[in-house]
């Protein structure tokens, strides 16, 4: 090599050469992994072609290359344990790879791998050694074509062949299915990279020690496994090649780690910038460099992708890196945010070749921040406590922590189960991850499927705490708090008391600061019982006189939570002006929001008054979501509702809708609320005052008897005040939650009138295309299926007809093979009832010593009478030996061909009918 590749031109060098041999460049597919419900994240470069190999899906191509993006850290295969204890393991790794789907083989692929690493990378061809396959239960042959070509190749040592068994050379996509021998490159790094050198080990390819690198797979698909264990070849024989782009990097640039590559030299500088280490020092205590770069960026490849922090599934393991790389910052003395400075390292080397990594900048910083700042509010609290759980057990002489107690900390202080148990292996501890696992379990399964915010709350509730007694100290609040009044007071006016940036007490805040703020009161609802919260904007209010104590200002809110016991934030953006602690402000609730949700709240009611009426009582609810844009309603249900059901039910809330009935909301005492019979909605919570929701048959308000009320819930949420302000109910879909759980959504209001005028233009536009009313639509469109329905009649009837001829005409080309006469053809256009009529008619005409074999497409059909199955001709016989696949009766089989040139195949057939007749 005569100049230093950066990383990014060995990654094009790699893409380059093999578009030079004919392949086409593939973009790499999302890290979540769509259509493949077996995987948590694209793992392996495979992963965007595995419905090819396993014969489901065919390319425009035949041959393909790509730099795969992958996650290991969930799973079989999670690398989340190694990475900083070593320098080549990842979360995040790309996967270099070239492909041959039934095109190249062997010979291709091992020269064109000699090729790119000798020639063109340069690497030194005495150091390069290639292991083929020699199975080790002696079932399958040894890939003595693997290494002669590798014996071939210009200047390879043949000594460096080498042969190992299954474990590291032979690949199956699964248990069955798809298999074959690989080849793997291994490098010879040198003495000095040795790290067990002068101890007693096993010192060379496949050995003990880090001298010796694998650098690229090359995966040779040649068998199909069946669950019998036979090994059959398959009809077209592929190449799939895998090489850890990180890996060649590091080999290139001469540097005994991944980290010290360039792919990591921009992220690296920025954390040195921060601690303020020089390189001597940031080396003699990497391991939390390593984290760090490389859980940023996994975190950011994975928001890009949509992967945002969350507690669930792939949302919970973005959020776990990314506290995980915000504990170690710790250990290295960052404790103000940071992550998102060394993503911005990340965007800028990986940016051209990822276009969506600069798209979503904006979004990958501010979710990264934001979870910094989450995490930084509990962390100290949450260490603190698993820190007196583990100095219990150590004290009780146990090994190993609770999985529940662990569970506990990341729901009460949003400690990640890996870092708890990274705390406690620190200490020679380990925590019990299967109990975890149950816990978190146990608690998806309680918390329903309403909620359209996750937070699980409480991470800062003390420093909150401490806020109130504050104000509280000061005359600010009264004992009873931050006063909640979210059914009468869309906007209200009151001092701003305190605001709260980056989990920090300042008293002013500067734009596009995201801030809590503290009123004295507030109208914006807090999400709760399904219903999500208000949005909306605090603002800057002059005195009379037009003067105040500050500028005018701005903040968006976007959502309002309960903080701490009496305490209520609002949670925002500040867009103008700089607010401040003290001055006069007014907040208001964005209305026009707030009414679509009382819309789809009040509906909520309607739907399961409805339900109970045409399903029964057992159909109770399960969870819900009330937005501003639609609602969501779970409810117990065996089955799956009729169409007839499902119309019923929404007829019913629209009668209801129409009659126009008052919706009464009461306070009253929780036990007063169930003696009238109230129903309890999912999700609440409820105290010793209760609210109830009241839809009256009548106006006849006096009346408080439970026969008069059409509906009658307890329920907190905000609802209008007659049905009529409904508008419109339309079901949108419905289908399954979960196990007996069913689930309703729905559109109200100003959501049912652009449904239902999208609709309707869609039904205009259709009756424009058939010429016709909107009325006669259905007519047309019965009229037209009848018509197609009767050419498709026709076009069968012709091709067969076609067909026939064709067979008719072949006749005259009968073969006379010993004794037998033979008919092979291809039936252009058929299937495979026509070719069975005409198997039918051979067999007419050739009631003795008769053989044909009839082709469309790749389907095959092979016929033979009766006496010559006595002779030792079978018709699978004769599918098999053109190279086919099928099975049936002796005097009648129907198979499939390869893809390929049928006339081939069928100038075999005279030579297999010869060859099988004794």
Not at 147 to 175: C, T, Y
Not at 357 to 379: C, G, P, S, W
Not at 393 to 406: P, Q, V, W, Y
Not at 557 to 578: C, E, P
Request: a negative charge; aromatic letters at 8%; one cysteine or more.
């Amino acid at each position: 090599m005569s100049k230093k590749l950066t990383g990014n031109q060995i990654r094009q060098d790699f893409i380059d050469f093999f578009v030079e041999h004919g392949h086409t460049a593939v973009p790499s597919m999302s890290l979540v992994p769509g259509g493949d419900a077996t995987l948590l994240f694209t793992n392996s470069g495979m992963v965007q072609f595995k419905d090819v190999f396993i014969g489901t899906d065919t390319k425009p191509y035949k041959r393909a290359v790509d730099s795969q993006k992958c996650m290991r850290v969930a799973g079989k295969h999670n690398d989340l344990e190694d990475v900083g204890r070593d320098d080549t393991h990842h979360t995040f790794f790309e996967m270099l790879g070239n492909w041959s789907f039934g095109d190249y083989y062997k010979k291709e692929a091992i020269a064109w791998s000699w090729q790119l690493l000798t020639e063109v990378w340069g690497l030194p061809k005495d150091k390069l050694y290639a292991t083929c396959f020699k199975d080790d239960k002696g079932n399958v042959p040894q890939d003595d074509e693997a290494a002669d070509i590798w014996k071939e190749q210009p200047g390879f040592e043949p000594s460096h062949v080498l042969f190992f068994g299954r474990k590291e050379n032979f690949w199956q996509m699964a248990e069955f299915g798809p298999c074959g021998p690989c080849s793997e490159i291994h490098i010879d790094l040198g003495e000095e990279r040795d790290n067990l050198h002068g101890t007693d080990h096993v010192c060379g390819v496949n050995g003990d020690c880090t001298r010796f690198l694998e650098l690229w797979n090359n995966v040779f698909i040649q068998y199909n496994l069946f669950e019998d264990g036979r090994l059959e070849p398959l009809p077209a024989k592929h190449v799939d090649t895998g090489m850890g782009f990180e890996r060649i990097v590091s080999v290139l640039q001469g540097v005994d780690s991944n980290y010290k590559t360039d792919l990591f030299t921009g992220s690296l500088e920025v954390l040195r910038s921060l601690t303020g280490h020089t390189e001597k020092d940031m080396l003699a205590n990497f391991t939390p460099y390593r984290v760090i770069c490389d859980h940023v960026r996994s975190a950011a490849f994975l928001i890009a992708d949509g992967v945002v922090p969350g507690n669930a599934g792939r949302n919970y393991v973005t959020r776990m890196i990314i506290r995980r790389g915000a504990r170690f910052g710790t250990k290295i003395g960052l404790t103000e945010p940071f992550l998102a400075k060394v993503a911005e390292a990340v965007i800028a080397e990986y940016g051209d070749f990822y276009p969506e990594m600069e798209k979503n900048k904006a979004t990958i910083l501010d979710n990264l921040t934001r979870e910094e700042v989450r995490f930084a509010r509990t962390v100290e609290a949450g260490t603190a406590h698993l820190q007196n759980h583990l100095d219990e057990i150590r004290a009780s002489n146990k090994t190993s922590l609770d999985g529940h107690i662990a569970f506990d900390l990341y729901a009460t202080y949003g400690l990640p189960f890996e870092i708890s148990r990274d705390i406690a292996r620190e200490q020679g501890l380990d925590i019990d991850e299967a109990g975890f696992t149950e816990a978190k379990n146990e608690h998806s399964k309680a918390s329903g499927g309403g909620k359209a915010m996750g937070k699980l709350g409480g991470e800062d509730s003390e420093y909150f705490a401490n806020i109130f007694k504050d104000l509280q100290a000061k005359g600010k609040l009264s004992a009873s708090g931050v006063e909640y009044d979210p059914y009468n007071s869309p906007r209200v006016e009151g001092e701003v008391l305190a605001l709260v940036v980056n989990g920090e007490s300042v008293s002013s805040a500067s734009l596009d600061d995201v801030v809590e703020v503290i009123l004295p009161k507030t109208g914006f609802y807090i999400e709760s019982g399904g219903q999500v919260g208000d949005e909306g904007y605090i603002r800057f209010s002059p005195s009379p006189s037009g003067r105040g104590q500050g500028e005018g200002w701005e903040i968006e809110i976007t959502s309002v939570r309960r903080a701490a016991a009496a305490t209520i934030t609002h949670i925002g953006q500040v867009i103008s002006g700089q607010p401040k602690v003290g001055d006069k402000a007014v907040a208001e609730v964005d209305i026009t929001r707030r009414h679509n949700i009382m819309r789809n709240h009040t509906a909520t009611h309607l739907l399961h008054k409805a339900l109970h009426e045409i399903l029964g009582d057992h159909a109770r609810q399960a969870g819900s979501l009330v937005s501003p844009k639609y609602l969501r309603f779970d409810f117990t249900q065996p089955d799956g509702m009729t169409p007839e059901q499902i119309e019923r039910v929404e007829k019913m809330v629209n009668e209801a809708i129409s009659a126009d009935m008052p919706v009464v909301k009461v306070t009253k005492s929780l036990d007063e609320a169930k003696k009238e019979g109230a129903m309890a909605l999912f999700g609440e919570k409820y105290g010793e005052i209760v609210r109830t929701v009241s839809i009256l048959d009548s106006d006849s308000l006096l009346s408080e008897k439970t026969e008069s009320k059409y509906s009658f819930e307890l329920c907190g949420g905000t609802h209008i005040d007659r049905t009529s302000d409904i508008g419109a109910f339309i079901i949108v879909s419905e289908g399954s939650a979960a196990a007996g759980i069913r689930r309703i959504e729905a559109v109200t209001g100003r959501g049912a009138y652009e449904l239902i005028n999208k609709r309707f233009k869609t039904l205009k536009q259709t009756a424009g295309s058939l010429k016709s009313s909107v009325e006669e639509v259905p007519a047309k469109v019965d009229a037209l299926q009848d018509e197609v329905s009767e050419l498709k009649k026709e076009l069968a009837n012709l091709r067969a007809q076609s067909a026939l001829t064709t067979f008719n005409l072949q006749l005259a080309n009968v073969q006379t093979v010993k004794d037998v006469n033979v008919l092979a053809v291809e039936i252009p256009d058929a299937n495979v009832d026509t070719l069975r009529m005409l198997a039918d008619r051979f067999r007419e005409k050739y009631p003795k010593a008769g053989a044909a074999v009839l082709v469309t497409g790749t389907t095959v059909i092979a016929v033979v009478t009766e006496d010559l199955v006595k002779r030792g001709l079978k018709a699978g016989d004769l599918i098999t030996g053109i190279g086919g696949k099928g099975g049936g009766r002796p005097n009648l089989a129907q198979g499939s061909l390869p893809e390929g040139n049928v006339t081939d195949a069928l100038n075999k057939v005279a030579k297999s009918v010869e060859e099988k007749l004794k």
